[in-house]
């Protein structure tokens, strides 16, 4: 469960970093935000890194098949 706190700490430190505009700060925000989501990710059980990856692959042939129609 340490691992679902730690996962979504990054992601709320990551959106906080991208609200920042202090640049010193923001990267400060951005390299703890990753930090906690690597290791809550790392410290997740292998399904949940199966099926977040699978996510993410999809998530990027999306992303992909739509910049390359509309270009």
Do not use: D, H, N
């Amino acid at each position: 469960m340490t691992y679902c706190i730690l996962f979504f700490l990054g992601l709320a430190t990551i959106w906080v970093a991208l609200k920042t505009t202090e640049e010193i700060y923001r990267l400060a925000l951005t390299s703890l935000g990753l930090l906690a989501l690597g290791w809550g990710y790392f410290s997740s059980p292998c399904l949940f890194q199966f099926m977040s990856g699978i996510l993410i692959l999809s998530a990027y042939q999306i992303y992909i098949a739509t910049v390359e129609s509309s270009s």
